[in-house]
């Protein structure tokens, strides 16, 4: 068996099942870093899942790689990846928001619904980060528009004011979140 952390090759410990070889990797593991990959022959294995890694047996042959991050590298890495979806996000809002002035409404309202989940998504993952590293938000742009015309967009959508929708998203939101892809 081959066991590769952070690139280097050491020795594996005897295991039955990919939880024993994981729970016997903790010497070469660094504690002050995160374990934020783990793969089996390539493919990819959730180590948090403890049940799973249980029923994992091992023939003695696999190759296993697991990769590791400090803590600043881990946030740094996520908000990286957040804000290159916040530029995709924004693309789906303009798509909505003519949808919602062309008069496609149920359209527009379906990628409205789709952008704001994923917005959603991303905010709250940020809010976790922060815990990690608290320098702030991470999309300060994003999270001003949103606490700036929430409650007017929000009220349009119940009214089915779709044209003040459409403006406030263009106006406001969209450029908020290109703002902070950038």
């Given at each position: ?37 783990l ?12 049940g ?8 003695g ?31 789906w809002?303009?798509?909505a ?7 496609s ?20 993952l ?24 929430g ?6 959508e ?16 969209v ?7 950038a």
């Open positions: 068996m081959r066991v590769v952390v952070d690139g280097s090759t050491v020795a594996a410990p005897v295991a039955a099942t990919l939880g024993e070889l994981f729970g016997g990797m903790s010497p070469h593991l660094d504690p002050a870093r995160l374990v934020t990959g793969s089996v022959d390539g493919a990819a294995v959730d180590p948090t899942d403890g799973a890694l249980a029923r994992w047996r091992l023939s042959g696999e190759s296993v790689e697991i990769l590791t991050e400090t803590v600043i590298d881990f946030v740094q890495s996520r908000r990286r990846e957040a804000a290159q979806q916040l530029a995709r996000i924004a693309d809002l303009t798509l928001a003519k949808g919602l002035r062309d008069g409404t149920k359209d527009g309202n379906t990628v409205l619904a789709a952008a704001t989940r994923e917005l959603s998504v991303i905010l709250q940020d809010g976790h980060l922060m815990q990690l590293d608290p320098r702030g938000p991470s999309f300060p742009s994003v999270v001003d528009a949103i606490e700036r015309i409650d007017r967009l929000n009220a349009a119940q009214d089915r004011r779709w044209s003040e929708v459409a403006s406030l998203l263009d106006a406001d939101l450029p908020a979140l290109r703002a902070d892809a």
